[in-house]
């Protein structure tokens, strides 16, 4: 596989330097963040947790659960790269710190967001270590019961489990057993709790996601995070289109860990169009996959220019941050 080693921009783009810069801008952006107003999105919880905002924790304490989940989810990509051998560097890592930091919607308390892409982290780990196994049916067992408690907690985790069934066979192990497993684990939450009697099924609260809704809070605010939407979802294709036609071919392996992030990307698009009103639940989602792809693409670059791609994709999101605070 090619990877450019010529740039001296690229290499501190990739490595320490851009990371603590990236992470400095962060910090400072999610503070200035934290005391803003309401995005307008609902903040739902899940089938039978209420959201963040009604655990009866001080909203400085929820800022500051949202902003170690963001951290460690800045650390978790990173440590899903290394363990998979995927892209030279952290450029992923710092793009997506970049792009958190300049979403309110994401920032602010102890979001959706963070949630989902904690969840999402952990069970991609877990899914890219099956891949090829002959037997993996208790491993498909708890990556899917781990879904099924983080539907407790948010239920759009339910929609994720049909995007997890078909990574199953993006890893090679799509078989009658492991997918029994997979949605016997999806269930054994429920049954667990129903079971023992702790909840009754009418404190299991499961919202269909609605496409039109009617929206609240800041208009300013609304549109503006509609419009990180809207860019985001842009890049991805843009860089789906880009990556399957100009990336060199990799390893087997790696090229269907691309594809289940690739296919991450384009689901997180399809939540936020088909489940509207939690929208800012799939951002992060979508920022992983787009801050991964964007960095693949600059490692397979030979132009000494190539550290420019990165560099204008954190520009975008940067001016759309201070249009919204300053417009």
Not at 98 to 117: D, E, L, Q, Y
Request: aromatic share 12%.
């Amino acid at each position: 596989m090619r990877r450019n080693v010529y740039s001296p921009a690229l290499r501190i783009c990739s490595g320490a330097p851009g990371l603590f810069i990236s992470f400095l801008i962060w910090l400072v952006l999610s503070i200035m963040s934290a005391s803003g107003s309401d995005h307008g999105f609902s903040c739902g919880g899940g089938t039978l947790v209420l959201p963040s905002t009604q655990w009866g924790l001080p909203y400085g304490a929820l800022c500051a659960f949202g902003m170690f989940g963001m951290a460690l989810s800045a650390a978790a990509l990173w440590l899903l790269n290394k363990r998979y051998n995927m892209l030279p560097g952290a450029l992923y890592s710092s793009l997506l710190l970049i792009m958190c930091g300049t979403t309110p919607a994401v920032t602010r308390g102890f979001s959706p967001a963070v949630i989902m892409a904690l969840i999402t982290l952990g069970c991609t780990l877990t899914l890219f270590g099956l891949y090829g196994k002959r037997n993996a049916t208790a491993d498909c067992f708890l990556l899917f019961t781990c879904l099924g408690w983080g539907s407790m907690i948010q239920t759009p985790c339910l929609w994720l489990a049909g995007v997890f069934l078909i990574g199953l066979a993006v890893v090679q192990v799509f078989r009658l057993r492991e997918v029994v497993a997979s949605l016997l684990g999806l269930a054994a939450p429920y049954w667990i709790m129903l079971g023992l009697g702790l909840v009754t099924p009418d404190q299991l609260h499961i919202e269909a996601p609605h496409m039109v809704t009617a929206l609240s809070g800041n208009p300013a605010d609304l549109i503006w995070t509609l419009v990180t939407a809207g860019v985001t979802a842009l890049g991805l294709l843009i860089m789906m289109l880009y990556n399957a036609i100009t990336t060199p071919p990799a390893g087997v392996q790696v090229r269907a860990y691309n594809s289940f992030i690739n296919l991450l990307g384009f689901a997180a698009v399809i939540f936020m169009i088909f489940d509207a009103e939690r929208l800012p639940a799939y951002l992060m989602i979508a920022f992983m996959s787009l801050s991964f792809m964007t960095a693949r693409c600059t490692s397979q670059s030979r132009s000494p220019r190539a550290w420019i791609l990165p560099v204008c994709v954190a520009a975008t999101y940067l001016l759309i941050y201070f249009l919204m605070q300053y417009t």
